[in-house]
């Protein structure tokens, strides 16, 4: 079993900052990307951020110049830092992994449980 992990979430005012953390344990045993999603109340999940196993990054364009992924490799975490938060950046921000687990010939996907954002004064 693979098991992913978000941390970080709460609330901030406008214009201001979080970092979310996700790590990734259990049985995997490599990880190609590793993405941040969210949800909003009423609305579709949504791709935010990539970051790859070699360090590339993309960025949905909402995301663009506010936020910025990180990775370590050797500790399967992925993290996300936020700046300028919006309030129509309140949603579940959720970590998802694309890898290898032990015992199986191709990657999956993998879900964390979600972190709350929530953007308000």
């Known amino acids: 079993q693979v098991q992913l992990m978000e941390s970080g979430g709460g609330l901030v005012q406008p214009g201001g900052s979080l970092t979310l953390s996700c790590i990734a344990s259990?049985?995997?045993?490599?990880?190609?990307?590793m993405r941040w999603y969210r949800q909003a109340p009423g609305k579709q999940r949504e791709w935010v951020a990539v970051?790859?196993?070699?360090?590339?990054?993309a960025y949905a364009d909402s995301a663009k110049g506010r936020f910025t992924i990180s990775g370590d490799n050797a500790k399967n975490a992925v993290y996300l830092q936020m700046n300028s938060l919006k309030p129509e950046d309140t949603a579940v921000y959720y970590c998802?992994?694309?890898?290898?687990?032990?015992?199986?010939?191709?990657?999956?996907?993998?879900w964390g449980q979600g972190t709350q954002v929530t953007v308000s004064s």
């Open positions: 998802n992994a694309f890898g290898l687990s032990y015992g199986r010939r191709f990657p999956d996907d993998y």
């Open positions: 259990g049985s995997i045993s490599s990880i190609n990307t």
């Open positions: 970051i790859t196993s070699g360090g590339n990054t």
